[in-house]
């Protein structure tokens, strides 16, 4: 079991991730990333997206809740954690957990209509 959590849980937690194309990448950190967690240790997780904003990590703690898994979640937006310790520490121990994935590999995929033309594009982090 990677990080203490089963394959199915670790797929049901990125499927809510998926849904949020504000999301582009998420790393896991704290007792779960370092590998010292104890049964019932929370999921703590900070989230990278240029578009992230409190509203969305709202929508998506309900989202994650409703998944009705035996863990509490600690989400946060990385470029908003005003503790440089906190900071220190995600870059030393994080762990990628979910990384938003891109048609064509990144590629820009473009679809013209008769009016308009739509580029779509992946931003990576």
């Known amino acids: 079991m990677k ?3 089963k394959e199915k849980t670790i797929e049901q937690i990125k499927s ?6 504000q999301v582009e990448e998420a790393i896991l950190y704290g007792s779960r990333a ?5 049964n019932g240790s ?9 578009e992230l904003n409190h509203s969305v990590i709202s929508k998506i703690s309900l ?3 409703e998944l009705l898994l035996p863990y509490s979640f600690d989400i946060s937006i990385f470029k908003q954690i ?5 900071v220190d520490h995600i870059k030393r121990v994080g762990v990628g957990f979910y990384e938003k994935e891109c048609a ?3 590629i820009l995929e473009e679809k013209a209509t008769k009016h308009t033309q739509l580029a779509f594009e992946c931003n990576m982090v």
């Open 16 to 21: 809510v991730f998926a849904n949020y194309p």
């Open 42 to 50: 929370d999921i703590d997780l900070t989230l990278k997206g240029g």
């Open 82 to 86: 005003g503790n440089p310790d906190l």
């Open 104 to 106: 064509n590999s990144g």
């Open 3 to 5: 990080f203490g959590l």
């Open 34 to 38: 370092m590998g010292n967690f104890k």
């Open 63 to 65: 989202d994650l809740d």
